[in-house]
């Protein structure tokens, strides 16, 4: 319904979980599974050539990215394996720092961390998926680590799911510096959609939002201990009040144009996060709701060469410059 013909599934588990990798190799068969009994419907792709074809036979297309560099254990022999297994990116760290590469999360100012950035075999990481053809993705990675990674990399990078920081600013959003330089390498910006990240009022709504519910939502973390979950469930139970938090989908749109203005067309992209977010922008509830972007594009007066670039041409070219393989 929304025009979406391929999806990047996140291979995901928290950084606490015990055997990481196996978690990974895990949600990798069960994508193969579905892949599978519905070979009729959906390919699964790792390569912008393979999506092309799959695409012109009317099939929709499956790909997988890493996201959280614990699920290869220091271990490369891992990480060339989740890529022989059909990853085509890893997002270096997730909210928790590896041993070898920072977060964003931790290296905020009040973290105190004694180390930031990339290690010794940080950078081994970042060349392997070079010489692999992985992208790597700078996406909840600290700004010494992001830049850490500037500096060594070969092929043009993504940020998977973040927004700018000039407008709303936190943690896991780009700030102009870093904008540009992913432009300058090439590579591609996708802005997250979660209303935290876009609108910098969001914050104290969402508080003030908690604060009338309190009782019941810490009566739920006292029983499921899982904040998603209570936050999902709120949301929906008292969806009208939600509602009124909801920021308007031009905010969105204000990050793409942001980064357009700043750096062109070229390397920006739609992240939307639509599996690990628990409130969404107005007028975007689900991946139907896409031609809601398209919409408001070209009211903005982007033509339909910009628009096609924008939902996904820009991340076909940096997957498929990250496509040459290095000796």
């Known amino acids: 319904a929304g025009g979406l013909d391929v999806q990047i599934f996140s291979v995901f588990c928290l950084g606490t979980q015990e055997e ?110 070079n010489q692999l053809g992985m992208i790597v993705d700078i996406s909840h990675v600290g700004e010494q680590t992001f830049w850490d990674v500037m500096d060594v990399t070969t092929k043009p990078v993504i940020a998977s799911h973040s927004s700018v920081y000039t407008i709303c600013p936190f943690h896991r959003n780009l ?6 330089a ?28 908690f604060e009338r519910h309190q009782d019941e939502s810490d009566s739920l973390m006292a029983i499921y201990d899982d904040e998603w979950f209570v936050e999902y469930h709120m949301y929906r139970k008292y969806d009208k009040e939600a509602n009124q938090i909801r920021p308007a989908l031009t905010k969105l749109i204000d990050h793409i144009d942001y980064i357009v203005e700043l750096v062109g067309v070229d390397y920006v992209g739609l992240g939307s996060d639509f599996d690990g977010i628990t409130i969404n922008p107005k007028q975007l509830d689900d991946v139907s709701d896409f031609p809601q972007i398209t919409k408001a594009l070209l009211e903005r007066g982007y033509s339909i060469e910009d628009v096609t670039k924008i939902l996904g041409a820009n991340f076909l070219r940096v997957l498929k410059a990250n496509e040459v393989k290095l000796d």
Do not use: C
């Open 182 to 209: 992913v432009a300058e390498n090439e590579g591609v910006v996708m802005v997250n959609f979660y209303p935290a990240f876009i609108d910098s009022v969001f914050w104290e709504e969402e508080i003030a939002f």
């Open 20 to 129: 990481p990798f196996d978690m990974a190799i895990r949600q990798m068969d069960s994508l193969d599974a579905i892949v599978d009994r519905y070979s009729s419907e959906i390919a699964l792709a790792g390569s912008s050539s393979e999506i092309l074809n799959s695409l012109a036979e009317g099939k929709s297309v499956a790909m997988m990215g890493v996201e959280g560099g614990h699920m290869i254990e220091d271990d490369l022999t891992k990480l060339e394996t989740l890529y022989n297994r059909g990853a085509r990116y890893m997002t270096l760290t997730w909210n928790n720092s590896t041993s070898w590469a920072t977060s964003s999360y931790d290296e905020q100012p009040e973290k105190n961390l004694d180390r930031k950035g990339l290690t010794d075999f940080g950078r081994e990481v970042v060349g392997k998926m």
């Open 175 to 180: 700030k102009d510096d870093q904008l540009k």
